[in-house]
């Protein structure tokens, strides 16, 4: 597949033009001449947005500050590739929650207002399937407030799928390293006002939100929501990097606009990876007892109302016993899966086991385990 024509599958799609413009002035306009037609489009895009962002202001900007979130949300934690997805996508079918979808991520600042002149589209340019799995993708199925947050403001990871050769750089959105503490309250603004719109949309229901650069901001999380709950996903370390891997790989081309060196991607992974953990690890205690469920990505895919169950438990989330035939509906409508065969060469097994070596201990997985082979990737469907 080349990534390199595709020029309208942008999530930058619904950024703002003053966040636009500001991203490509600190990264110098150094934009490759392939991916020109991709920055023109995001810039087309933020012009034809900008009456409708005046107007969604106008309309609901009152509604929106006022708006309060009765319940704390619940965050789902975990590296990118250790099934957050198909986490998420189960627990939001129980209709008392509420989660960011494609369309409001894509479009965060007018889908209160335009959600249906835009939606098609959305669904247009969007492609049907995640290009590293068979994840369906659609505007109303559930995604990653992530991507709002890059669409609003400079302080995100997600910058670097667009300008890659200051991916480090980028990185420090996530753990919050060397921050500002202005930076900071701004990010936190930008949080606090997405999730006042996704509540106001929702009519007040409990939010539910995967965001894997989550996993390293516990501590500015709960200072915006100190009642809010938290379930981490873990998967083996062998897999989650070669998982990781195939994402750089077949999905990440499709938004550079920038071409990085191949070689790096590998390195900053495992980078990536013990600067996130860290984090967690040093912050998961600030959670209160109660507030915390951990999982495991094997047991999901073995047992996945089991792990659902535990999850409620934990959590004093009620009425599990009400909700379960919905979740075992979508269970059952999930059989269809691939599985994605990958060994990892020797030298680059090695450097995960000891880069890693902190996550096998931590959640009892083998060091020693021979060739990898790759857990199903689930074709989920959404509700």
Request: overall charge positive; hydrophobic content about 40%.
């Amino acid at each position: 597949m080349n990534h390199d024509l595709k020029v309208t599958e942008q999530f930058y799609s619904g950024t703002t033009l003053t966040n636009w413009l500001r991203l490509l002035r600190e990264n110098r306009f150094a934009i490759d001449p392939r991916y020109i037609p991709r920055a023109l489009f995001v810039t087309f895009a933020a012009l034809v947005s900008l009456p409708f962002r005046l107007y969604e202001q106008a309309r609901f900007g009152r509604r929106i500050a006022e708006t309060r979130l009765e319940k704390a949300p619940l965050f789902i934690l975990g590296h990118w590739r250790s099934g957050t997805t198909y986490l998420h996508v189960l627990l939001t079918q129980d209709p008392r929650f509420a989660y960011a979808s494609n369309l409001q991520v894509i479009l965060p600042e007018i889908f209160l207002g335009s959600a249906r002149v835009f939606e098609g589209a959305v669904r247009r340019f969007m492609p049907q399937k995640r290009w590293m799995d068979n994840f369906l993708l659609a505007p109303e199925l559930p995604s990653e407030d992530e991507f709002a947050i890059a669409n609003l403001c400079p302080y995100s990871m997600y910058h670097s799928l667009a300008f890659p050769l200051k991916r480090y750089e980028y990185l420090r959105y996530c753990t919050m390293d060397g921050m500002a503490e202005e930076e900071k309250r701004a990010w936190q603004e930008v949080v606090r006002r997405y999730m006042k719109k996704l509540t106001l949309h929702a009519q007040g229901r409990q939010l539910v939100l995967k965001n894997p650069s989550h996993t390293a901001r516990i501590a500015p999380l709960l200072e915006l929501y100190p009642e809010a709950q938290f379930v981490h996903i873990c998967r083996n370390p062998y897999e989650v990097f070669c998982s990781t891997l195939r994402m750089y790989e077949r999905m990440f081309p499709a938004f550079f606009l920038q071409q990085p060196r191949r070689e790096e991607a590998e390195s900053y992974i495992l980078d990536a990876y013990c600067g996130i953990y860290e984090h967690y690890f040093a912050q998961r205690r600030l959670i209160p007892a109660g507030r915390l469920v951990e999982v495991r990505y094997e047991d999901l895919l073995r047992a996945p109302l089991q792990v659902a169950r535990s999850i409620y438990d934990g959590l004093g989330l009620p009425g599990f016993a009400d909700v379960e035939p919905k979740l075992a509906a979508y269970v059952a409508a999930q059989r269809e899966f691939r599985v994605n065969e990958n060994t990892l060469p020797e030298a680059l097994r090695q450097q995960v086991a000891a880069r890693w070596g902190f996550a096998f201990d931590a959640w009892g997985y083998q060091r020693e385990e021979a060739a990898l082979e790759l857990a199903p990737e689930y074709q989920l469907v959404g509700r």
